[in-house]
Each structure stands twice: as C-alpha cells, then as structure tokens.
C-alpha cells in the first residue's frame, strides 16, 4: 500500500461547518458541516490532486513526492485544538492562555 501523511488545518465557519486546508497540498480546500466530514473530503481531494498531477505531468505536491504513485491511503493527524474556536490555531492555547 503505497502510503502518505498530509497535515491538515480545521477552522470553524461563522455560518456553521469547517473548512480544511492543507500546506502540503497547494489548493485543497474542503467544506461540511462536521470534522470528521471535512477530514474524510480533504482526503479524498488529496488522492484526486496527487492523481491530476500525475495525469497531467505536473510535479507532486512534496507530500507526495516519496512516492511514484497516487497514495491509497493518507494518514491526517488531527489536532484536538484544530477545530475548537476558542483556541488559537498557531499555537493550541486558549486566548488566556
């Protein structure tokens, strides 16, 4: 099984739901309504960039770039912090912190 880790970064939408980036997939960006939801979106959208890219010739994004395939499975280490507004993302602290 050909296998990758991306770090993903959770915040919470005003309106309600999260919202995932990842610095080490340049453009995934993925929406729901709960965490889980949004990791399972940002894995998926990770495994469809890595194979665009190799589709198309262009360079892996570096978290893929060990491997010659398309990840089959990507591990997501989430944070607890990630998704709690009260915290603040950079660090993991409270504000009072």
Not at 15 to 34: F, I, K, M, N, R
Not at 75 to 94: F, H, N, V
């Amino acid at each position: 099984m050909n296998e990758s880790a991306i770090r993903l970064h959770i915040e919470p939408l005003d309106e309600g739901g999260y919202v995932a980036t990842s610095p080490d997939v340049p453009g995934l960006v993925a929406q729901a309504s709960t965490v889980v939801e949004v990791a399972e979106i940002a894995r998926d959208l990770a495994k469809e960039i890595a194979a665009s890219c190799i589709e198309h010739g262009f360079p892996l994004p570096p978290a893929f770039a060990s491997g010659a395939a398309v990840p089959t499975e990507l591990k997501i280490p989430l944070e607890p912090w990630a998704w709690d507004a009260s915290r603040d993302s950079s660090t993991g602290t409270s504000p009072a912190s």
